[in-house]
C-alpha cells in the first residue's frame, strides 16, 4: 500500500493530508446545499420532535404539583390528553425527520458516488499505472456506503440527539440554575476524556478502512484473473494471499470496536454517574424545602434526555468517525488531480483535419520509473494518408509513441504535433477524436457487441454499426451468436477468442472515421485466414487516413510506404521493405528469423504486392 500512494504522488498526483478530525466530512457540505429543501424539512421536523420530547416533562410537573389535587379532579385526565396530543406530534415529527434526513443521505451519496467516478475517468493513465484498481473500487462503494450509513439513519440519530441535549440543557437552567450550575460543572470532567479517546476511535477506524481495502484490491485481482490463477495451480497461494489480507482487515477492525466499546463505556459511566451526584443533591432540596416535587421531577426528565441524548452521541460517534475516513479517503480521490489536463486556453486544431501527425527530437520516461528512458531523441513525421509501420524489438518504445500521440502522457523533451499543433496546446477531447486506436489488448465491456462497437460514438446508427463490423470481418461470428449484434460479451469479453475481441476493436475504430488510426499489435491474435480479411479490409480504409501500424509479425507491414525500425528508444532504421532488407541491418535480421531465409523473404515481398 505504501509502495502504490508513493509511486501515485511520484506519478504527478495530489493526496489530501490525514487528519484525524471530523473535518473531511465538510467536504460533504455543497452535496447536501444543493437539496436545501430536504434540509430545511429536515430542520423543521427534528425541532417540531425536539419540542414536542422537551414538553413532556413540563406535563409531568404540572401533573405531579397540581394534578393530584382533590379541588382539581379533572386535571388528571386533561393533562393526560395533553400528554398524548404532545406524543402524537412527536411521532409525526419522528417519522418526518427520518424519511428527509435519509432521503437526504441517499441523494448525497449518490451524486458523490458519480461525482467521484467522473472525476476518476478525467484522471491520467500515470495515476492507474501507480493504483490499484480494487483500492479505488473499494473506496467508490464501501466507502460510499459507510457515508451513506452514517448520513442517513447515524445523522438522523445525532441531530436529534444534539438537538435534545441543546433543548434540556436551556430547560434545566430555566428549571434549577442551581441543579444546572452542577452539571455545568461536570461536563469538561465527560467531555475531555471523551474527545482525547475519541482520536484513537478516528485512527482505528481510517485503519481499518485501509486494510479493508487492500483485501478489496487484492480479491479484485484475483478474481480478474482466475484462468491464469488455475493454470499455475496457485490458488492455494493466492487464498493465503487473501487470507492474511482479510485477517488483517479482521485485526484493525477489531481494534477499532474494542476503542469504540472502551469509548462508550467511560462516556455511559461519567455521563449517569454526574446525573446520580445531581439527584442526590435536588433530593435533599426538596427535604429541605427549596424546591417542589414537580420541579425535581421535571429537572430529572431534562437531566435523563440530555444525558440519554450524550450517550448516544457517543455510540454514533464511532459511526461518524469511520464516515469521516470514509470522507477522506474518497476526498484523497477528488482532490487528485490529472497529470495531463487541458491548458487553460486550449488551442484550436484546424477545422479541415488533414491527420499529420509528428514526433519531434521527442524524449520520454514512465513516471513510475523516471530512470528508464524509453524514448531518445525520436524524430518521426507521417505525412497524411501515409502508411507507416513501427517495428522492433520488445520495449522499443513503439507503444509509448502511441501513447504520447494520444496525449496519455507528454514528452519531457521535444514536442508532438497533429495537424501542426503542439498536442500539449491543445484539449484532449479535440486531439482524441481525431484519432481512432486499436490496442494490442482491446477493451471489452459486459455489454452488446453493437454497444461495444459503438463505444464514444453514441450517435450512431444500427446500419453505421454493422457496415463497420463486416469491414473488420465481425459478420461471420457475430451472426452466429445467440442474439445476433445484442448477444452480452461478457465482462471483458470472456465469451469472444482473441482474434474476435481485436475484430470489434478494429469495427469500433473503423466506425470512429477519424483522420490518425493507431494499430498496435491489431492483428496479432487473429489466424491467417481472418488475419486477411482485415489486412483487405484495413487496405480499404487506408485511402485519406495517416496509419501507424505496429508489428511483430512482419508480414502485415510489408505494404506500409515507410517502415520504422525502433531500437532502445531511438530511430535506427528507416525506409520501404525492399530498403532495409538490402541494408542487412536490424530489421533484415528480423525479417531473417520470422521468414526463414531470403527465398522466404522474397516470396512475402511478392505476396504484398
Not at 469511520?322 to 491548458?343: C, I, K
Amino acid at each position: 500500500m505504501a509502495r502504490r500512494r508513493s509511486a501515485a504522488a511520484d506519478a504527478g498526483t495530489e493526496a489530501a493530508p490525514r487528519s484525524r478530525s471530523l473535518r473531511p466530512l465538510a467536504a460533504l457540505k455543497p452535496y447536501a446545499l444543493a437539496h436545501k429543501g430536504r434540509l430545511l424539512g429536515a430542520l423543521v421536523a427534528l425541532t417540531a420532535a425536539s419540542a414536542a420530547t422537551l414538553a413532556i416533562p413540563v406535563a409531568v410537573r404540572r401533573l405531579i404539583d397540581f394534578g393530584f389535587s382533590r379541588d382539581h379532579p379533572g386535571m388528571v385526565d386533561a393533562y393526560f390528553g395533553a400528554v398524548l396530543a404532545v406524543v402524537g406530534m412527536l411521532a409525526v415529527a419522528s417519522a418526518a425527520r427520518y424519511w428527509f434526513v435519509t432521503t437526504l443521505g441517499e441523494r448525497v451519496v449518490a451524486d458523490l458516488r458519480k461525482a467521484v467516478f467522473a472525476h476518476l475517468t478525467r484522471l491520467s493513465p500515470a495515476f492507474y499505472d501507480a493504483t490499484r484498481a480494487g483500492e479505488i473500487v473499494s473506496r467508490l462503494t464501501a466507502d460510499t456506503t459507510q457515508i451513506k450509513s452514517a448520513f442517513g439513519v447515524t445523522a438522523s440519530q445525532a441531530l436529534r440527539n444534539l438537538f435534545l441535549f441543546i433543548g434540556a440543557a436551556v430547560m434545566m437552567v430555566v428549571t434549577s440554575p442551581k441543579l444546572s450550575a452542577m452539571v455545568l460543572i461536570a461536563i469538561p470532567v465527560i467531555v475531555l476524556p471523551l474527545a482525547a479517546f475519541g482520536r484513537s476511535v478516528r485512527r482505528r477506524s481510517r485503519a481499518a478502512q485501509d486494510t479493508l481495502a487492500e483485501a478489496s484490491a487484492l480479491a479484485a485481482e484475483a478474481v480478474g484473473s482466475m484462468r491464469g490463477v488455475q493454470a499455475f495451480t496457485a490458488e492455494r497461494s493466492v487464498v493465503a494471499r487473501f487470507s492474511a489480507a482479510v485477517e488483517d482487515a479482521y485485526g484493525a477492525a477489531q481494534g477499532s470496536i474494542t476503542a469504540r466499546a472502551v469509548l462508550t463505556f467511560i462516556a455511559i459511566f461519567l455521563i449517569f454517574a454526574s446525573v446520580v451526584g445531581v439527584l442526590w443533591y435536588g433530593a435533599n432540596g426538596v427535604l429541605t424545602g427549596e424546591m417542589t416535587p414537580g420541579t425535581l421531577g421535571q429537572f430529572v426528565l431534562y437531566a435523563v434526555f440530555g444525558a440519554a441524548a450524550i450517550g448516544e452521541l457517543s455510540n454514533v460517534w464511532g459511526e461518524i468517525s469511520q464516515a469521516a475516513g470514509s470522507a477522506e479517503r474518497l476526498n484523497e480521490l477528488l482532490l487528485t488531480q490529472p497529470a495531463v489536463a487541458d491548458p487553460a486556453s486550449p488551442r484550436r486544431l484546424p477545422t479541415s483535419s488533414r491527420g499529420a501527425l509528428a514526433f519531434q527530437d521527442v524524449v520520454f520516461s514512465y513516471p513510475a520509473e523516471p530512470a528508464a528512458g524509453v524514448l531518445n531523441g525520436v524524430t518521426l513525421e507521417a505525412a497524411p494518408g501515409e502508411t507507416v509501420a513501427i517495428v522492433g524489438p520488445s520495449g522499443a518504445g513503439k507503444s509509448t509513441l502511441f501513447h504520447l500521440a494520444l496525449r496519455f502522457y507528454d514528452p519531457l523533451g521535444g514536442r508532438v504535433t497533429l495537424d501542426g499543433v503542439d498536442v500539449r496546446e491543445a484539449a484532449l477531447a479535440e486531439i482524441r477524436s481525431r484519432i481512432a486506436l486499436v490496442p494490442q489488448d482491446p477493451v471489452i465491456f459486459a455489454a452488446s457487441v453493437r454497444d461495444n462497437i459503438r463505444l464514444g460514438q453514441d450517435e450512431a446508427g444500427d446500419a453505421e454499426v454493422e457496415a463497420a463490423a463486416r469491414l473488420a470481418g465481425c459478420e461471420r461470428f457475430v451472426s452466429a451468436l445467440p442474439q445476433g449484434y445484442d448477444t452480452p460479451l461478457g465482462e471483458r469479453g470472456v465469451n469472444l477468442s482473441g482474434g474476435q475481441r481485436q475484430r470489434i476493436a478494429l469495427a469500433r475504430a473503423l466506425l470512429k472515421d477519424a483522420p490518425v488510426l493507431l494499430l498496435d499489435e491489431a492483428t496479432s491474435a487473429l489466424d491467417a485466414e481472418s488475419e486477411t480479411l482485415v489486412q483487405e479490409a484495413l487496405a480499404a480504409t487506408r485511402a485519406g487516413r495517416t496509419t501507424l501500424v505496429i508489428a511483430h509479425r512482419l508480414a502485415t507491414v510489408l505494404a506500409a510506404d515507410r517502415i520504422i525500425v525502433l531500437d532502445g528508444g531511438r530511430i535506427v532504421e528507416e525506409g520501404t521493405h525492399a530498403e532495409l532488407v538490402a541494408r542487412r541491418g536490424l530489421y533484415a535480421r528480423l525479417a531473417e528469423l520470422q521468414f526463414g531465409g531470403h527465398e522466404r523473404v522474397r516470396r512475402a515481398e511478392i505476396a504484398a504486392g
